[in-house]
Structure formats: C-alpha cells, structure tokens
C-alpha cells in the first residue's frame, strides 16, 4: 500500500494544511464535509499538490518536515517541485 503527503489550502482561510494518508481522495472529501476538527472552517480545500512514499513512516517523516519548514514561501516551493515531477 503506497501513503501519500498531500497539502490543501483554503482561499477563505489563506492557509495551507499539510497531511498523510493513504486515499488521498476519501480525505480530500472528509475535510471538505467537516468532519476534521481542524480543517472544518477552511471548507472548501483545494489539493494544491500531493507525494507517494512506499511506506507510512516515510509520509509521516515527510510531513513532520514540511510542517517543520514554518514558511509560506517554503511550503509554496515544495507543492512547485512535487508538481513539476508529475
């Protein structure tokens, strides 16, 4: 099973928000019906970019690096270069 880093944003909110998770899709959803406490009042998320890693210890040490970056500008470059390799 592949798990993916993905990150949204939200245009009323102005923020992104990084995660993983293993149906990048189904979670796309569950944040845009509100059923993530955190995300419930940035509806509605756009997926700006997302990466698959073979196992889920690799996503989660991808998005504790990304969430660690703590720059917009950062973040912004990163969803630049994972587009770019699609």
């Known amino acids: 099973m ?5 990150i949204i944003y ?23 019906k509100g059923l993530e406490k955190y995300t419930r009042k940035g509806t509605p998320w756009i997926l700006k970019a997302f990466k698959g890693f073979p196992t ?18 950062r973040i912004e470059l990163w969803i630049e270069v994972v587009g770019a390799e699609k």
Do not use: P
Not at 10 to 17: A, E, G, N, P, R
């Open 2 to 6: 592949e798990f993916f880093v993905y």
């Open 10 to 32: 939200s245009s009323s909110l102005d923020k992104y928000y990084v995660g993983q998770t293993n149906n990048v899709n189904n979670r796309l959803i569950r944040h845009n």
């Open 56 to 73: 889920r210890k690799q996503a989660m040490y991808e998005e504790r690096r990304i969430k660690n970056f703590k720059s917009r500008k």
